[in-house]
């Protein structure tokens, strides 16, 4: 079992930062390929992003390339996403999963998830 809990979500002006982290506790984080999903009202899951057990290699969707940065710190079993230019159409609840084996952009290939952490970009 892996318990994630993110953090660091809030209301934030169109064009402004946010940094979410994600703090992981139970087995070996450094095992995990970890994701960032978010939800927004009526709308489906989307992927935003993975990185590597190691962090070395890490992986966007088209809608945040260039704009979200997903990083790791495996001493301290966290993992975090940088959120820059946001848009008000980032507006939704982001929830980071971990993945033992599959380096996926669905949420079925992730085993573990965080409660998650609302984003709100205001116009």
């Known amino acids: 079992q892996v318990q994630l809990v993110e953090s660091g979500g809030g209301l934030v002006q169109a064009g402004g930062s946010l940094r979410l982290s994600c703090a992981a506790s139970?087995?070996?984080?450094?095992?995990?390929?970890m994701g960032w999903f978010r939800q927004a009202p009526g709308k489906d899951r989307e992927f935003v992003g993975r990185?590597?057990?190691?962090?070395?290699?890490?992986y966007y969707a088209d809608s945040v390339k260039g704009r979200f940065t997903i990083s790791r710190d495996n001493a301290k079993n966290t993992v975090y996403l940088q959120m820059n230019s946001l848009k008000p159409e980032d507006t939704a609840v982001y929830y980071c999963?971990?993945?033992?084996?599959?380096?996926?952009?669905?949420?079925?290939?992730?085993?573990?998830w965080g409660q998650g952490t609302q984003v709100t970009v205001s116009s």
């Open positions: 999963a971990a993945s033992p084996n599959y380096y996926g952009t669905t949420g079925a290939e992730y085993d573990y």
């Open positions: 139970g087995r070996t984080f450094s095992n995990y390929i």
């Open positions: 990185i590597s057990r190691s962090g070395s290699t890490t």
